[in-house]
C-alpha cells in the first residue's frame, strides 16, 4: 500500500484545522494502516530537531524551539505528531542534563495552552505513570522526583488548571509527595503549590483543596514552606480562611499573637539559616510582617519576635535576616513606626555590625542596607518619611561618629523639601550636639577606654567633624537636586563658623542667629578651614541647577562654577565676606585683619570692581581668569594673610600694567616704552609660581587658567623662570620657591594632605569610618600621630645602625664626669661604688642626668633636620610636578611659538638627570610627566613653529648639539628622548611644504613634491650628522641608539633616508657584531620597501643599488660559518628577508642585476646551517629559493621493511621487556663494543628480564658516577649507540643516518 509522507498529510489537511482529534486519527489509521507512526516521524527531521534544541543550554534556542513547535503542530495539525510530542515531552521532564529539564516543562505547558481540547488530567496521569517513585530505579529517582515537579510545573503554566479541579488536586497531592525529599528539591514543591494558589478561584480553593491542604495548613509553624503556604491561602483566600477556620486549623484566630510568638520566632531562624549562603530576605518573613501590620500586631511581633527572639542568638543569619527585614519594613511603615523602629535595639546592632564588619574578611551587610534605604528614597514621594530615614541613620553613632559615610549617595534621592530640612538639621547638631537623641554606641574597648568628659567632647568633635563632611559632600554631588539657595547657605555656614565668630544676632547675617551649646575648638576650626576650601573647588565645578540650565539655549557652552544669572559662586562668597567684615558689632573674626591685609582686601575688590566692567564691554577669558585670581587669593588671606598680602599687592600692579599695555596697543606708543611692556608678564609668572606653592589644589586649577590665558604674552624670560624652578641644579643655587619653617611644618603639611586633595575628602572620611569602626576609638588625626611615632621608632632604629658605635664625645664627656666625681674603679685603688655616700651619689646622678639630656637633645635635633629635609624634598618635588601644569599649558596653547623650541634641552636635561636620580615614587611620577609632555605634546604635535627661516644656523647647531650628545650616552630610553627632540627639530627646519604644490596637475606629483620638500634644512650638514650617528651605532658595540630610532628617520625623511641608504649598505658586511650587520639589513629592507625612496632613487640609481645590496648580502651569507648560534640565525634570517625583497623586486621590474652570485651562496648555506623541517628562518630560505625556481623538497613516507621485522619477530620473547624498552639499559658495561656484536651485547641484559629490575635501577643511580670518567665525549660515537640500540625500529632514514657504515 502506498505510504504519505508526512508533507503530504499536511497539504491535505490544512484546509481541515476545525477537524477534531478522532478524526485526524482515523484518517491517519486508514492512510497507512500498516506502517507504525514511527516510521512516518522517521522521515520527518525537522519534527525531530525541535525536541534535540529543546535540550540545548542556550535558553534562546530552547525558546525558539517551543515557539517553532507550536506552530509546526499548529500547522500540521496530526494526531500522531501530537501523541508523539507529549511522549517526548513528558520523558524529557527528567532529562539528565538540568538546563533541559525547564524546556521541555516550558514546551510541554505551551502545548497544552495551544491544545486545549487535549486533557489535562490524561498528561497528569502519563507524567506519573513515567515518572512513579516506587517503580524507578534507584539510581534515577532524582530526576524522576524532578520529572513529576516539572510536570506540575508545566500544567501550572498552561494556564487551564482552574478549569479542571480534580487535576488541581492531583498537582497538590503529587507536590505533597514530593515535598519529603527535601535533599533534592529543597523548597520547590511548596513554592510551585503558592504557584498554583495564586491562579485558582476561591470556590476551586474551598470544594477542591482546602481538605487536601489541611494537614499541610494545620503545620504551618513547622517549616518556613509550610507557613508560608498558609500566608499566601490567607493572602488569596480570604473569605474561605476566617478566624473562625484558623482557630480550627491552628488553635487561635489569629496566626500573631503572644502565643504563637515562640513558635513563629523558631520558624523565622530556621528560614535565616536556610537562605545563609543566598544572602536573602525569605519571602515568608516578609509576608508575616505584611501580615502583622494587618493584624494590627506589629508591635508585638518586631519587640517579640525580632528584637527579644531573633538577636538572643550570636550575631550571624538571624541578625543578617534582621537587618534586611529592617530595609525591606521602610516602604510599609507609617512615620511615628519608622522612628520607633530606627531608633530601636535593631538599629543598635546593625551599628555593631557594620563597625566590627570594618576588619577585613568579615561579611559587611551595609551595601545591602544602601541598596534597600536607596529604594525606599527613590520609590517614596512622601518627604517626612524621607526625612525620618536620613535622621535616623545619621543618628547611629559610634562614640559621636556616624557609621554611615559621609558621602552616603542615597541622599541624591531625596526630596527637595526633605532635603532642605535634611540640612538644617545637620546645622542644628552642629551647633547644639544633642548627644541623647544620638542613638550612640560603644566597643568593649572603648567602654574600657571611657573617661567621661574628655570622651563627651571627643564625641561632639567628631560628630562635628563629620557633619562638615556630610554637609560638603552634599553640595560636591552633582546628582543631588538642590536649589542656588542651598549651596550658598551650606558655603555661607561653613566659611562664618571657620573664620568668624556671632556677637549677637543680626537680621542681615542669619549665621548669627545659630548659638553654639559647645564653643568650636582649634580641632574642629581646622576641619571647618579645610572643608571650607575644599568646598570652594566643588562650588568652581559646579554646573547650573537644573532649573537654570532649562533656561539656558541649546548650543550654548555648559557654564561651570557660576549661579544662573552668570556671577561666580565664589564673587558671592566674597560679597557676604564683606558684609561680616562690615559689622564688627554683630560679628567678630577669630583672626582679624591687621591695616595692611585689610587695604589688600579692599583694593582686591577694587580690582574685581573694574575687571568686571572690562569683562562687560568685551567678554574675554583673560579677564575672567585673572577676576577668579583676585577673588581666589582674597579667600585665601583668611587662612595665610602673612604669605599673601605681597602677593595680593603684585598681582594688582601686575593687572594694571597689562591693561595698559592693552591701551598702549591701542594708541601704537613709541617702541621704546613697549620694550618695557613684558614686564607684567614675568612678575605675573612669578606671582603664580608663588601661589603654586600653596597647598591648594583649587589655587593649581586657577593659576593653569590664568597662565592659559597670558600665554600669548609670556616672553623668554618668564619660561626661563618657570624652567629655572624645575632644574634641580639652579633650584639649589638660589632660593627655592618653597620653604620649609617650623610653621609650614604644622599648619601648611597636613593641609597639603588634605587640602592639596580637597575633592578626595570623602576618601579620607571613609579611613576615618573605618577606625572610627573599629574597636580602637582613636580617630583619623590620632592614628595618623602613632604612624608617625612609628615611622620615628624606625628612623631611630637605623640611626643607631648607621653609627654603629657611641659617640666618642659623648664617650670623653662620661668619663670626665665619672672621674670628676671618683665614681671610675681603677686598678691601684680598687674602689667601687660602695665607697661613695649619699651625697656623692646624688651629684653624680645629677651630672649624669644633665649629661644624657643634652645627648638626647643633640640626637633629637639632628632626627628634626633629617626630617625636615625630608619634608622639603617632598614639598619641592611636588611644588615641581605643579609647575609643570604651566610647561604642559604653554606647549598646547602656544606650540607654534618659536619659544617652545627652548623647552627641548632643558627638559631633555630634566630626563636625564631623572633616570639616574633616586627612585621615590613622587620623583618617578614627576619624571613619567616631563617624558610624557615632551614626547607626546612636544615632539609629536601637529602644530610647530613655521617661523625658524631666520634661525636656521642655530637650529642645525641645536641638532648637532643633541645627535653629539645622544652617542655619549650610556642609557638608550634617554637615548630614545634625545633623538625624538633631534627629529623634531628636523621637521622644524623643514617646514610645512609651500602651497603651490597643492595645483600641480596631479596629485602624484603633488605628493612627490612634499616628500622632497626639505625647507630650511642643510641637507647635506644633517645627513652627515646621521651619517656619522648611524656609523657609530654601526661600529660601537654598545651603542645607546637602535634600529628603530633609524626607521622612524627613514620614515619621516626620506631624502635623508637615500643619503644614509649607502651607510647602511655597507655594513651588512662592516658592522662590529653579528647583530649590527642583522639590524643593516632591517634599515636597508625598511629603506627599500619605501615607496618614497623607490622613487626617489628611480632608474640607474635603483638599479645600482639593488646590485651593491645583492654583492653585500652574498659576502655576507659567504662569512657565515658553520654555526648553530642563535644570534648568527637571527642575523641570518634577516638577510634572507632582505633577499626575498631584494630577488622579487629584481624579478618584479626585471632589473639588470646579476644574482647568480647570491643563488650559489644561497646553495651551499644548507650545508652550513642545519635545517628544522619548519620554522621562520627555513620558510624564508625556502621563499627566497622559490624565486630562483628551487622548491622545498618534499619528505617521503618510508613505508617499514617487512622482512626485517619478519626476522626480528622471533627474537621476541613472552614475558619480556621489547627493544625499544631494553635501549635505555645500553650503558650497562663500561666500554662499549663494536658496531657489529651490538646486537650480542645487548641480549644478555635483556634475557635477564624483570627478575632483575631492582637491580637496574640500583645501577641507574650508580652509573653516573661510573659513566662520567668511562664513557668518550665523542659526539659521532653516541649517535652510533643510539642507532644501534633501536634496530626494531621501523623509521628506516634514521637506520640509514646511523649505521652507514654497515652497509
Known amino acids: 500500500m502506498h505510504v504519505f509522507p508526512l508533507q503530504q498529510h499536511g497539504q491535505q489537511l490544512c484546509c481541515c484545522e476545525e477537524m477534531s482529534v478522532e478524526m485526524v486519527e482515523e484518517l491517519s489509521v486508514k492512510a497507512a494502516q500498516p506502517v507504525r507512526p514511527a516510521g512516518i516521524l522517521q522521515q520527518n527531521r525537522v519534527f525531530l530537531d525541535f525536541f534535540w534544541d529543546l535540550a540545548k543550554p542556550d535558553q534562546e534556542v530552547r525558546l525558539k524551539a517551543v515557539e517553532n513547535l507550536i506552530q509546526y503542530l499548529k500547522t500540521n495539525n496530526q494526531a500522531d505528531e501530537l501523541e508523539y510530542t507529549f511522549k517526548r515531552l513528558v520523558d524529557g521532564l527528567a532529562h539528565t542534563r538540568e538546563t533541559a529539564r525547564p524546556g521541555f516543562s516550558l514546551a510541554l505547558g505551551q502545548v497544552l495552552s495551544a491544545f486545549e481540547d487535549v486533557s489535562l488530567q490524561s498528561i497528569l496521569d502519563r507524567i506519573k505513570e513515567k515518572h512513579n517513585l516506587q517503580k524507578v530505579k534507584k539510581k534515577l529517582a532524582r530526576n524522576a522526583m524532578f520529572g513529576n515537579l516539572f510536570g506540575a510545573l508545566a500544567l501550572h503554566q498552561s494556564g487551564r488548571l482552574s478549569k479542571e479541579p480534580q487535576v488541581v488536586l492531583g498537582c497538590v497531592q503529587l507536590l505533597q509527595s514530593l515535598s519529603q525529599h527535601r535533599q533534592h528539591l529543597k523548597d520547590l514543591p511548596t513554592k510551585t503549590m503558592m504557584d498554583i494558589l495564586t491562579e485558582i478561584p476561591e470556590e476551586v480553593f474551598e470544594e477542591v483543596l482546602l481538605g487536601a491542604l489541611q494537614t499541610d495548613l494545620a503545620s504551618a509553624f513547622r517549616t518556613p514552606e509550610q507557613l508560608q503556604l498558609l500566608l499566601v491561602a490567607l493572602q488569596r483566600f480570604p473569605q474561605t480562611l476566617k478566624p473562625k477556620k484558623l482557630k480550627k486549623l491552628l488553635g487561635s484566630s489569629t496566626i500573631i499573637n503572644a502565643d504563637n510568638i515562640p513558635k513563629l520566632t523558631e520558624v523565622l531562624k530556621m528560614a535565616a539559616r536556610s537562605v545563609k549562603k543566598e544572602c536573602v530576605l525569605p519571602a515568608v518573613v516578609l509576608d508575616l510582617l505584611k501580615l502583622s501590620l494587618k493584624e494590627d500586631s506589629f508591635q508585638l511581633f518586631w519587640n517579640k519576635a525580632i528584637v527579644d527572639g531573633m538577636f538572643k542568638e550570636q550575631p550571624g543569619p538571624t541578625h543578617y535576616l534582621s537587618f534586611r527585614l529592617l530595609g525591606s519594613a521602610l516602604p510599609l511603615l507609617s512615620v511615628a513606626q519608622l522612628k520607633e523602629v530606627l531608633s530601636g535595639e535593631v538599629m543598635m546592632h546593625y551599628g555593631e555590625h557594620v563597625v566590627s564588619a570594618q576588619k577585613p574578611d568579615r561579611f559587611k551587610l551595609a551595601p545591602e542596607m544602601d541598596v534597600y534605604v536607596s529604594d525606599f528614597l527613590r520609590n517614596c514621594q512622601d518627604s517626612d518619611k524621607q526625612l525620618a530615614v536620613m535622621v535616623a541613620f545619621s543618628s547611629l553613632t559610634n562614640q559621636g561618629y556616624p557609621v554611615v559615610p559621609t558621602v552616603w549617595k542615597v541622599v541624591q534621592h531625596l526630596q527637595p523639601a526633605a532635603l532642605q530640612n535634611y540640612v538644617e538639621w545637620l546645622k542644628t547638631m552642629f551647633l547644639q550636639p544633642q548627644l541623647d537623641k544620638l542613638l550612640d554606641f560603644s566597643t568593649r574597648k572603648q567602654k574600657d577606654n571611657q573617661e567621661g568628659k574628655e570622651q563627651k567632647e571627643n564625641s561632639i568633635f567628631r560628630l562635628r567633624k563629620w557633619i562638615v563632611a556630610r554637609l560638603s559632600s552634599i553640595i560636591d554631588n552633582h546628582q543631588v537636586k538642590k536649589q542656588e539657595d542651598l549651596i550658598m547657605d551650606v558655603a555661607r555656614f561653613v566659611f562664618f563658623h571657620a573664620f568668624f565668630s556671632a556677637k549677637k544676632p543680626s537680621a542681615d547675617i542669619p549665621e548669627t542667629a545659630g548659638k553654639l551649646s559647645v564653643p568650636l575648638d582649634d580641632k574642629t576650626r581646622v576641619v571647618l578651614v579645610n572643608s571650607f576650601f575644599g568646598l570652594l573647588l566643588s562650588m568652581h565645578h559646579l554646573p547650573l541647577t537644573e532649573d537654570s540650565a532649562e533656561g539656558a539655549t541649546v548650543n550654548q557652552k555648559r557654564a561651570l562654577g557660576v549661579t544662573a544669572d552668570g556671577t561666580m559662586w565664589i564673587y558671592h562668597l566674597v560679597q557676604y565676606t564683606q558684609v561680616l567684615l562690615n559689622q564688627p558689632k554683630h560679628v567678630q573674626s577669630n583672626k582679624p585683619f591687621s591695616p595692611e591685609q585689610r587695604q589688600a582686601w579692599d583694593s582686591m575688590l577694587e580690582s574685581v570692581a573694574s575687571l568686571k566692567k572690562k569683562a562687560k564691554k568685551g567678554q574675554t577669558a583673560e579677564w575672567s581668569a585673572f577676576q577668579q585670581l583676585f577673588l581666589l587669593v582674597g579667600m585665601h588671606l583668611f587662612k595665610a594673610p602673612e604669605e599673601l598680602v605681597d602677593i595680593m599687592k603684585d598681582l594688582q600692579s601686575c593687572v594694571d600694567k597689562a591693561q595698559e599695555k592693552k591701551a598702549k596697543k591701542k594708541k601704537k606708543k613709541q617702541a621704546t616704552e613697549q620694550e618695557e611692556e613684558p614686564e607684567w608678564v614675568e612678575v605675573m609668572v612669578d606671582i603664580l609660581l608663588s601661589l603654586l606653592s600653596q597647598p591648594s589644589r583649587h589655587i593649581r586649577q586657577v593659576c593653569k587658567t590664568v597662565f592659559s590665558s597670558i600665554c600669548p604674552h609670556v616672553t623668554a624670560a618668564a619660561l626661563t623662570a618657570i624652567l629655572d624652578v624645575l632644574d634641580s641644579e639652579k633650584d639649589d643655587e638660589e632660593n627655592s620657591a618653597v620653604v620649609v619653617t617650623d610653621d609650614i611644618d604644622k599648619t601648611q603639611k597636613k593641609p597639603e594632605d588634605d587640602d592639596d586633595e580637597e575633592d578626595e575628602e570623602m576618601e579620607v572620611d571613609k579611613s576615618d569610618e573605618s577606625d572610627d569602626g573599629s574597636d580602637e576609638d582613636e580617630d583619623e588625626g590620632d592614628e595618623a600621630m602613632e604612624e608617625e611615632e612609628e615611622e620615628d621608632e624606625e628612623e631611630e632604629e637605623e640611626d643607631i645602625d648607621e653609627e654603629g658605635e657611641v659617640d666618642q ?495
Open 809 to 1303: 664625645n659623648f664617650r670623653l664627656e662620661l668619663m670626665k664626669v665619672l672621674q670628676q666625681q671618683n665614681a671610675l674603679a681603677t686598678e691601684e685603688d680598687g674602689s667601687s661604688d660602695e665607697d661613695m655616700d649619699d651625697e656623692a651619689m646624688m651629684e653624680l646622678d645629677k651630672s649624669l642626668a644633665a649629661l644624657f639630656s643634652e645627648q638626647k637633645k643633640k640626637t633629637q635635633a639632628k632626627k628634626d633636620e633629617k626630617t625636615k629635609i625630608q619634608k622639603e624634598k617632598t614639598l619641592v618635588r611636588d611644588f615641581k610636578i605643579k609647575v609643570l601644569d604651566l610647561i604642559e599649558v604653554f606647549v598646547a596653547r602656544q606650540a607654534g611659538s618659536p619659544l617652545v623650541l627652548g623647552l627641548v634641552e632643558p627638559l631633555l636635561t630634566i630626563i636625564d638627570k631623572g633616570m639616574s636620580s633616586d627612585s621615590h615614587q613622587q620623583e618617578q611620577d614627576f619624571l613619567r610627566r616631563v617624558a610624557d609632555i615632551f614626547r607626546n605634546q612636544l615632539c609629536r604635535s601637529k602644530v610647530y613653529c613655521r617661523t625658524a627661516g631666520d634661525r636656521q644656523g642655530e637650529l642645525h647647531d641645536l641638532l648637532d648639539k643633541l645627535m653629539t650628545k645622544t652617542q655619549k650616552l650610556s642609557d638608550s630610553s634617554v637615548c630614545l628622548y634625545y633623538f625624538s627632540a633631534s627629529l623634531y627639530v628636523v621637521k622644524v627646519l623643514r617646514g610645512a611644504p609651500p602651497a603651490e604644490t597643492k595645483e600641480e596637475p596631479t596629485a602624484d606629483r603633488a605628493a612627490a613634491n612634499d616628500f622632497k620638500f626639505m625647507g630650511n634644512v642643510d641637507v647635506d650638514r644633517v645627513s652627515t650628522i646621521f651619517r656619522n650617528a648611524l656609523s657609530s651605532f654601526m661600529s660601537r658595540r654598545k651603542s645607546p641608539l637602535t634600529a628603530q630610532m633609524f626607521t622612524d628617520l627613514f620614515t619621516r625623511f626620506p631624502v635623508l633616508c637615500v643619503n644614509l641608504l649607502d651607510t647602511a649598505v655597507q655594513h651588512i658586511t662592516s658592522g662590529v657584531r653579528v647583530h649590527q650587520q642583522g639590524q643593516a639589513c632591517v634599515l636597508v629592507l625598511r629603506a627599500m620597501q619605501s615607496r618614497e625612496v623607490q622613487q626617489l632613487l628611480s632608474g640607474d640609481q635603483w638599479t645600482e643599488l639593488c646590485a651593491k645590496v645583492a654583492g653585500q648580502l652574498a659576502a655576507c651569507l659567504q662569512a657565515v660559518g658553520q654555526t648553530e648560534s642563535k644570534v648568527v640565525k637571527e642575523k641570518v634570517l634577516k638577510t634572507l628577508e632582505l633577499c626575498q625583497f631584494l630577488v622579487k623586486i629584481v624579478n618584479l621590474q626585471k632589473l639588470s642585476v646579476d644574482l647568480e652570485p647570491l643563488q650559489n651562496v644561497l646553495q651551499s648555506l644548507t650545508s652550513i646551517i642545519t635545517f628544522k623541517k619548519t620554522g621562520k628562518l627555513e620558510d624564508t630560505y625556502w621563499a627566497v629559493m622559490k624565486h630562483f625556481g628551487v622548491m622545498k623538497p618534499k619528505v617521503e613516507k618510508v613505508k617499514p621493511d617487512k622482512e626485517a621485522d619478519q626476522q626480528a619477530a622471533p627474537k621476541k620473547k613472552k614475558g619480556f621487556l621489547p627493544e625499544t624498552k631494553k635501549r635505555k639499559k645500553r650503558n650497562k658495561p663500561v666500554l662499549e663494543p663494536a658496531a657489529d656484536n651490538s646486537t650480542s651485547t645487548n641480549k644478555p641484559g635483556a634475557a635477564k628480564g624483570q627478575a632483575k629490575k631492582k637491580n637496574d635501577k640500583k645501577m641507574k643511580q650508580k652509573r653516573p658516577a661510573d659513566g662520567a670518567t668511562a664513557s668518550h665525549p665523542n659526539p659521532a660515537k653516541k649517535s652510533k649507540t643510539q642507532s644501534e640500540s633501536k634496530p626494531a625500529k621501523k623509521k628506516k632514514p634514521k637506520q640509514k643516518k646511523g649505521g652507514g657504515g654497515q652497509m
